[in-house]
C-alpha cells in the first residue's frame, strides 16, 4: 500500500475484532509516531504502550469504553514539557506522531482511534490518573489499535468548498 493509499483509507475505527495483534507490531507504530517531525528537534514525546490489562483499568474510569475493550493495544502519546523551550511545539509533535500511528496502522491492515485527551475536563483527568503522569508531562491523544470491526469507504477528493486560491473567501 502507498503512503497515499493508507491516508485515503485511513478511517477512525471504534469497533475491532479479537483477533491478536502482536507487540513487536504495536512497536512497530511507536516507531513510526517516534519518526514524526518535532519542532527544533527538541523531541519533547514519549510513548506509554498500554496492553489489554491496561485498557481494561482505563476503561473503567472513562465513558468511551468500547475502543479499548475491544481494542488489542492502545499507545498514549505523551510530552514532557517540563523544562521545554519549544512554546507549545510539543502539541504539534504530538499530533503529527498520533497522526503517524494512524496512518502505520492503516499501512499494516489494522484499524485504529485517535482518542483526544489534552484539555479534555471529561477524559484528562481520569488518563492522567491512570497513566500516572506527573505535573508537567501532558497526554495530547491515545492511538486504540486492532484488526477493525467495521467497514468505512476510503475518503474521495477534498469538495472545491474546502479549497480557495491564493485568499479566504466566503
Same mark, same amino acid.
Given at each position: 500500500?502507498?503512503? !497515499?493509499?493508507a !491516508?485515503?483509507?485511513?478511517?477512525? +475505527?471504534?469497533?475491532? /475484532?479479537?483477533?491478536? *495483534?502482536?507487540?513487536?507490531?504495536?512497536?512497530?507504530?511507536?516507531?513510526?509516531?517516534a519518526?514524526?517531525?518535532?519542532?527544533? =528537534?527538541?523531541?519533547?514525546?514519549? $510513548?506509554?504502550?498500554?496492553?489489554?490489562?491496561?485498557?481494561a483499568?482505563?476503561?473503567?474510569?472513562i465513558?468511551?469504553k468500547?475502543p479499548? &475493550?475491544?481494542?488489542? @493495544?492502545? +499507545?498514549?502519546?505523551?510530552?514532557?514539557?517540563?523544562?521545554?523551550?519549544g512554546?507549545?511545539?510539543?502539541?504539534?509533535?504530538?499530533?503529527?506522531?498520533? &497522526?503517524?500511528?494512524?496512518i502505520?496502522? /492503516?499501512?499494516?491492515?489494522?484499524?485504529?482511534?485517535?482518542?483526544?485527551?489534552?484539555?479534555?475536563?471529561?477524559?484528562?483527568?481520569q *488518563?492522567?490518573?491512570?497513566? =500516572?503522569?506527573p505535573?508537567?508531562?501532558e497526554?495530547?491523544? +491515545?492511538?486504540v489499535i486492532?484488526?477493525?470491526?467495521? =467497514?468505512?469507504?476510503?475518503?474521495?477528493?477534498?469538495?472545491?468548498? $474546502? *479549497? $480557495?486560491?491564493?485568499? @479566504?473567501?466566503?
Amino acid at each position: 500500500m502507498t503512503a !497515499i493509499e493508507a !491516508i485515503m483509507k485511513r478511517r477512525s +475505527i471504534r469497533k475491532f /475484532t479479537q483477533e491478536p *495483534v502482536t507487540k513487536e507490531t504495536a512497536m512497530q507504530l511507536v516507531d513510526a509516531a517516534a519518526a514524526a517531525p518535532s519542532a527544533m =528537534n527538541l523531541r519533547p514525546v514519549r $510513548f506509554i504502550l498500554m496492553d489489554k490489562h491496561d485498557m481494561a483499568k482505563l476503561a473503567e474510569t472513562i465513558d468511551q469504553k468500547q475502543p479499548f &475493550e475491544q481494542g488489542r @493495544w492502545a +499507545i498514549a502519546v505523551c510530552a514532557d514539557t517540563r523544562g521545554y523551550t519549544g512554546g507549545t511545539g510539543w502539541l504539534e509533535d504530538s499530533a503529527a506522531a498520533l &497522526e503517524n500511528i494512524q496512518i502505520a496502522a /492503516t499501512a499494516l491492515g489494522l484499524g485504529a482511534l485517535w482518542y483526544g485527551v489534552y484539555r479534555r475536563a471529561a477524559k484528562e483527568p481520569q *488518563v492522567r490518573a491512570a497513566l =500516572n503522569l506527573p505535573e508537567g508531562v501532558e497526554c495530547a491523544g +491515545i492511538a486504540v489499535i486492532g484488526y477493525a470491526g467495521e =467497514n468505512k469507504d476510503k475518503h474521495g477528493k477534498v469538495g472545491e468548498k $474546502f *479549497v $480557495f486560491e491564493s485568499t @479566504w473567501k466566503e
